[in-house]
């Protein structure tokens, strides 16, 4: 089966950027889309098709895409952003679809 | 507003069945996919499969460890998608969301369900 895979966690100060991988075999092929999830709550959309921010969405929050990889960056890190971070695509036919492991973001 | 409110999670013992709905409202529900995303406590994300619409034949998926088990079918009269789970397990235990692929967003999830919790034990 298709699998996307995340660093478990990453810590990072108020101010600073960071940065969520999501690898991939498939990515090359499909695009990748990124949620924010903060506890007791549904996920929220944050970026779709590898880099575009649906409206709402603090500029802060940018994709890219480079090969098998895709990455989130959160620049200026706040104290709210600490939340857990998904990556979803979907396999070479489009037909199922897989969430990314998931990365939880601690703010120091 | 559009919305997705899901119900019929509970309490069932292992090897029993349980449906859980999705209302939809504030959008062409028999436009769209819908899709069911599962989450275990403490655990991530994970695909249960999805129904597409009526010009697409209702067609659908599910996540392999799902498959034979749960059916996904839906009442358009009525705006509800459905989950269909039989022959459950413990390990089936999670929040279960429905949530919605809008083409405005590049088939992305942009509208999610509070969440049903279904407890196998």
């Known amino acids: 089966s298709y699998e996307l895979t995340q660093p478990p966690s990453v810590s990072v100060s108020p101010g600073q950027t960071a940065r969520i991988t999501c690898s991939g075999d498939a990515l090359p092929n499909q695009y990748a889309y990124w949620y924010q999830q903060r506890p007791g709550q549904a996920p929220v959309l944050i970026i779709f098709k590898d880099i575009e921010r649906p409206p709402g969405i603090p500029e802060r929050f940018s994709g890219s895409s480079s090969g098998t990889t895709v990455t989130l960056t959160i620049s200026g890190v706040q104290a709210e952003d600490e939340a857990d971070y998904y990556c979803?695509?979907?396999?070479?036919?489009?037909?199922?679809?897989?969430f990314g492991t998931g990365t939880k973001v601690t703010v120091l | 507003e559009v919305q997705l409110v899901e119900s019929g999670g509970g309490l069932v013992q292992p090897g029993g069945s349980l449906k859980l709905s999705c209302a939809a409202s504030?959008?062409?529900?028999?436009?769209?996919?819908m899709h069911w995303v599962r989450q275990a406590s403490g655990k991530g994300l994970e695909w249960v499969g999805r129904i597409r619409s009526k010009p697409k034949d209702y067609a659908t998926a599910y996540a392999v460890s799902m498959k034979g088990r749960f059916t996904i079918s839906r009442d358009d009269s009525k705006n509800t998608a459905y989950l269909q789970m039989n022959s459950l397990k413990t390990e089936d235990t999670a929040v279960y969301y429905c949530t919605r692929p809008s083409d405005s967003v590049g088939g992305a999830f942009d509208i999610w369900g509070q969440g049903t919790l279904v407890t196998v034990s």
């Open positions: 979803q695509s979907a396999d070479s036919s489009a037909t199922y679809y897989v």
């Open positions: 504030g959008f062409t529900f028999s436009g769209s996919a």
